[in-house]
T-cell receptor
Framework: GQQVMQIPQYQHVQEGEDFTTYCNSSTTLSNIQWYKQRPGGHPVFLIQLVKSGEVKKQKRLTFQFGEAKKNSSLHITATQTTDVGTYFCAGPGGLTGGGNKLTFGTGTQLKVEL | NAGVTQTPKFRILKIGQSMTLQCAQDMNHNYMYWYRQDPGMGLKLIYYSVGAGITDKGEVPNGYNVSRSTTEDFPLRLELAAPSQTSVYFC??????????FGPGTRLTVL
């Protein structure tokens, strides 16, 4: 079945440093979604990417979808303590997947130290 | 809108006991989901539903049952609780072709 892996598993940064998490799927994705989960909280939707090579920005966050639609990345510029949490990518099952069986990545836990 | 609500927030069960985790949404979403998240891990899909009266298995359905008699409610039933079912359970819903809204979760411990 489809597997979605993320690296790194953990990342500790000093406040103000940049952070990147990478997401790799074993199959081509019709779209990819990113979620953030604060400690003790629930996943919150951040963004969805659909097109090959797509790049979207949300303030200090930059999301990219690979040309082959099998990988994606999330980059945070100048991290802040409010960025602490686990970031998950998620992709539907296969090319025609409508998101019914969204497969979540393993997640990258970000800790930001002052 | 209250969004996606889950009850209870916390529960401790003894091995072999049964319980139902409640999930409700007031956004008229057709699609609803149950996930479990083990400590430090990602989310595994247990069951999902694409509308009232329609349910289907996810990755890890064993030991669980669901029903969807209304658009609003999607309860998850544990019949014979086992320690392996200790986890945080998240319910989610979404409209067609949109991202999921997650509930606050139910933390279940089976001793």
């Amino acid at each position: 079945g489809q597997q979605v892996m993320q690296i790194p598993q953990y990342q500790h940064v000093q406040e103000g440093e940049d952070f990147t998490t990478y997401c790799n799927s074993s199959t081509t994705l019709s779209n990819i979604q990113w979620y953030k989960q604060r400690p003790g909280g629930h996943p919150v939707f951040l963004i969805q990417l659909v097109k090959s090579g797509e790049v979207k920005k949300q303030k200090r966050l930059t999301f990219q979808f690979g040309e082959a639609k099998k990988n994606s990345s999330l980059h945070i510029t100048a991290t802040q303590t409010t960025d602490v949490g686990t970031y998950f990518c998620a992709g539907p099952g296969g090319l025609t997947g409508g998101g019914n069986k969204l497969t979540f990545g393993t997640g990258t836990q970000l800790k930001v130290e002052l | 809108n209250a969004g996606v609500t889950q009850t209870p927030k916390f529960r401790i069960l003894k091995i072999g006991q049964s319980m139902t985790l409640q999930c409700a949404q007031d956004m008229n979403h057709n699609y609803m989901y149950w996930y479990r998240q083990d400590p430090g891990m990602g989310l595994k899909l247990i069951y999902y539903s694409v509308g009232a009266g329609i349910t289907d298995k996810g990755e890890v359905p064993n030991g669980y049952n669901v029903s969807r008699s209304t658009t609003e409610d999607f309860p998850l039933r544990l019949e014979l609780a086992a320690p392996s079912q200790t986890s945080v359970y998240f319910c989610a819903s979404r409209p067609r072709d949109r991202a999921k809204y997650f509930g606050p979760g139910t933390r279940l411990t089976v001793l």
